[in-house]
């Protein structure tokens, strides 16, 4: 199955911003971890930008899952790219 890395941007003010959301973005991640979608997904040290891996049918399914997270929709990350991503190691 592809695999996609995707790559995104924190809103200003993040740690604070996201605190209402964080336990229904967790509880999300959590479910697509445990289905096999999702491999690892977390935020640079800075919490500039976050970086996820996903193991998916298509890029679609990644768009999706990305637009129903909690942090998305609520303007947490302000913007994300997908890119398919070929692991050689």
Request: glycine share 4%.
């Given at each position: 199955m592809p695999k996609y890395v995707m790559w995104g941007s924190y809103c200003e003010d993040?740690?604070?911003k996201r605190e209402p959301h964080r336990q229904a973005h967790l509880e999300g991640l959590t479910?697509?971890?445990e289905a096999g979608i999702l491999i690892t997904l977390g935020p640079t040290?800075?919490?500039t930008?976050?970086?996820g891996i996903y193991e998916a049918e298509d890029e679609n399914t990644?768009?999706?899952l990305v637009e129903a997270d909690p942090y998305w929709q609520n303007?947490?990350?302000t913007e994300y790219t997908?890119?398919?991503?070929i692991q050689v190691f």
């Open positions: 993040v740690l604070t479910k697509q971890k040290k800075d919490v930008k976050v970086f990644v768009r999706q303007g947490i990350w997908i890119k398919e991503w």
